[in-house]
């Protein structure tokens, strides 16, 4: 158990519906990560989150956006869902964002879009 | 940009034997990490091992250790005693040091499925 969490663990949705994947950090940690795998792309990073703000930012999609809040939680809101957005969806934490800090994974969330 | 390369999708090992995964990676860095991930079939990321790109020594980690080759930006992973357990697949990933875009994060190879025969 890394100690980061995701709910939920299992998402089927429809094409174009809106759905919101949350992750708890490990006690601690300031700094989140949100990564895709798909059969398709592999692991992609999409975004980083530190102490509430936006550190970095990858291969996201216009339609997905993410969010820190003040307690470090973050929700990452994926919208206009298209069959090509199933995927595993995993949350990272680590202590800083500096990129000698290791990244911790969740459990992630399997999307299904049918 | 940089790339990782894991040219073995698949491998085999017989049980108590050794096993060496290939990666090679692409950077016109000079100061980076390197990182292996293993993923078993919960689908959870567990970190394996890694290499500080400034430091000479390979990592160890038990019965994981490395053969870091920076010149020819080679990193592969040698599971000695193999067990029934290190069956999953294996990511190799590079991280830059530097801030902004998609740099200073995960970047991940296709990865490569071991399988263990008892």
């Known amino acids: 158990d890394s100690g980061v969490t995701q709910t939920p663990k299992h998402l089927i949705t429809a094409t174009g519906q809106r759905v919101t994947l949350r992750c708890s950090p490990r006690?601690?940690?300031?700094?989140v990560y949100w990564y895709q795998q798909s059969l398709d792309q592999g692991l992609q990073f999409l975004i980083q989150?530190?102490?509430?703000?936006?550190?970095a930012k990858g291969n996201i999609l216009e339609r997905f956006s993410a969010q820190q809040f003040p307690d470090l939680h973050s929700e990452l809101n994926l919208s206009s869902l298209e069959l090509g957005d199933s995927a595993l969806y995993f949350c990272a934490s680590s202590v800083s964002a500096g990129a000698s800090y290791e990244q911790y994974f969740g459990p992630g969330t399997r999307l299904t879009v049918t | 940009a940089q790339t990782v390369t894991q040219s073995q999708p698949e491998m085999s090992v017989q049980e108590a034997e050794t096993v060496t995964l290939s990666c090679t990676y692409d950077t016109s860095e000079s100061d980076y990490y390197l990182f292996w991930y293993k993923q078993p079939p919960s689908r959870q990321m567990i970190l394996v091992i890694r290499q500080e790109a400034y430091k000479q020594q390979n990592a160890t980690e038990n019965r994981f250790s490395v053969n870091f080759q920076k010149a020819a930006k080679s990193f592969s992973l040698k599971i000695s005693d193999s067990q029934l357990g290190d069956a999953a697949m294996y990511f190799c990933?590079?991280?830059?040091?530097?801030?902004?875009?998609?740099?200073?994060?995960?970047?991940f190879g296709k990865g490569t499925k071991l399988s263990v025969k008892p």
């Open positions: 990933a590079y991280r830059s040091p530097i801030y902004g875009g998609s740099q200073g994060n995960l970047i």
């Open positions: 006690s601690g940690d300031l700094s």
């Open positions: 989150y530190y102490n509430g703000e936006e550190r």
